[in-house]
């Protein structure tokens, strides 16, 4: 079972910024990729990033803004979020391909709000 924990969510103001984290631990295959999904209430889950060992993928909105890195020896994935608006206000859930399973974090919150 493999397990992701999530951390650094918080409420910020607009334009602020937050650095998202997630940790895989437990009995798993190689990491494949890693990556963060959104929900805000009322919508459907989106795509924020994604990345492999070779190449890192953005949703539209987050392009420019955000940046995803990750820590292969720690097996940690993390999201930098720059000029944060209102509507990146979510719920952020950390996502892991390993060994052709799909494994989700339990989710941070993120509240954009002067």
């Known amino acids: 079972q493999v397990q992701l924990v999530e951390s650094g969510g918080g409420l910020v103001q607009p334009g602020g910024s937050l650095r998202l984290s997630c940790s895989a631990s437990g009995s798993m295959f190689s990491i494949d990729a890693m990556g963060w999904y959104r929900q805000a209430p009322g919508k459907q889950r989106e795509l924020v990033a994604t990345?492999?060992?070779?190449?890192?993928n953005y949703g539209d909105s987050m392009k420019g803004r955000f940046t995803i890195s990750r820590d292969n020896a720690k097996n940690t994935v993390y999201l930098q979020m720059n000029s944060l608006k209102p509507e990146d206000t979510a719920v952020y859930y950390c996502k892991t391909w390993s060994g052709g399973s799909v494994y989700w974090g339990q989710g941070t919150q993120v509240t954009v709000s002067s």
């Open positions: 990345i492999t060992t070779s190449s890192t």
